[in-house]
């Protein structure tokens, strides 16, 4: 039985069949009632650092949101209007768990950040859009058994997805795996793996998917199938004045003697403030430039560019939002005007396309610049607010950002 058959046929037909089953139902069969919410996402211009707003849906989108918690079950049912995708309905955010004591089973359009940095990964991020999925999450906070006792706190998720057709192979699909451990108290680990496969053209059967995900690619009818996979560590500090946390990830394009080689990574250390101006500082670098090296595997353009699967998602990195053969160096600081009012101000240097290529899904030249912003949380009882007024000083092409002053106000209610 085919893989991407089972996946492409009933997962989103599933998810809307049982959510207007249950809300067709009798609300008194339920423990909690249905909860709506409403959110508009407005932008004057395109620009390179909004594409996700916080609420998690894109810019210039208009929505609504039903969410029905009962006994076991989550179902959530998000329905938006956008020009910012070709298609011009989606049900990004829409999906159905059920959960078990710590282990929860789900379908669904899912927004994933792997990393323990809160605005970027460079192996998965929401800088694409979320693809259908079918996922399995599953935590452990006991210290019970010699598992926990060694590893201390941890949680282990895993899913399959389809994504959206490229022009080399129609309806691939993603696995990913991540474990997180917290082995001492606020020291983390992780390790993660994602492994794009299967496919038009490609084999979509059970010995497909257990190659992806052992990592036995090395045969000839598995060769295809093309894994990223490395680590991630956050240590957090709190014994100093000024309490702080630094993080970090390195993700391999390829391996070498099992261990991940071709390296690309991100760099973060965010610090708590206990004064009027600022409440909250940090810093971030990332880096998805690779060299060639010693004997002439990896160099420019491996990240992400795999010769079988574009590492995309409806033609956007599902890594770093800077793409391949590029850095970006953010520094950020949060002042809070009260327990309702924030500000938060950013400025990022960037780097696109270092090594100058055509191909690059960016810019076909090599672009550097800088990207201000200044932005304001408001929120009152149901009500949520943010604006922020973003400047950038350079241009891609392929992407369509200018050079430009981006305004981007979101707002959404609860009722």
Known sequence: MQI??????????????????????????????LEFKSWVNIQSNKS?????????????????????????????????????????????????????????????????????S?????????????????????KDST????LSSLVGPWSFETFNSILSS???????????MRLVIEPYHNLKFELLKTSQWGGSGYSNSFSALSSAILGNTNDSKNSNINQMAGFGMSFENNI???????????????EAGSFPSCLIGLFGSEFTLKNELFSEIGFEYIDTRIDTTEHGYCGPQTAYNNTVYPYTNYGKSMGASIDSEGKQYSVWATTKLSE????????????INDFNSSNHRLSNTKENGWVTSISTSWKLNSLSVNGALT???????????????????SADYNF
């Open 4 to 33: 991407l058959f089972i996946l492409k046929k009933y997962v989103k037909k599933f998810i809307m069949f049982f959510y207007i089953l249950l809300f067709f139902s009798p609300i008194s069969a339920f423990s909690e009632p």
């Open 340 to 351: 309702n009012i924030s500000m938060n101000y950013s400025i990022k240097n960037i780097t």
């Open 240 to 254: 100093t004045q000024m309490p702080n946390r630094t993080y970090a990830q390195v993700i391999g394009e390829d």
């Open 143 to 146: 210290s019970n058994g010699l």
């Open 48 to 116: 390179f650092s909004s594409n996700m707003n916080k609420n998690g849906f894109l810019d210039d989108s208009i929505g609504i949101q039903t969410t029905k918690n009962f006994h076991n079950f989550k179902t959530n049912l998000a329905l938006s209007v956008t020009q910012s995708d070709k298609k011009y309905l989606l049900y990004d955010q829409s999906f159905l768990e059920y959960t078990h004591r710590n282990s929860t089973y789900g379908f669904g359009k899912i927004n994933r950040n792997w990393s323990f």
């Open 391 to 409: 400047y950038q000083n350079f241009h891609l092409i392929k992407a369509n950002y200018d050079e430009s002053f981006n305004l981007n106000i």
């Open 166 to 176: 490229s022009s080399r192979v129609k309806n691939p699909m993603l696995l990913g």
């Open 118 to 138: 809160e605005y970027s990964s460079v192996i998965l991020s929401n800088n694409a859009r979320p693809s259908n999925s079918i996922y399995f999450l599953k």
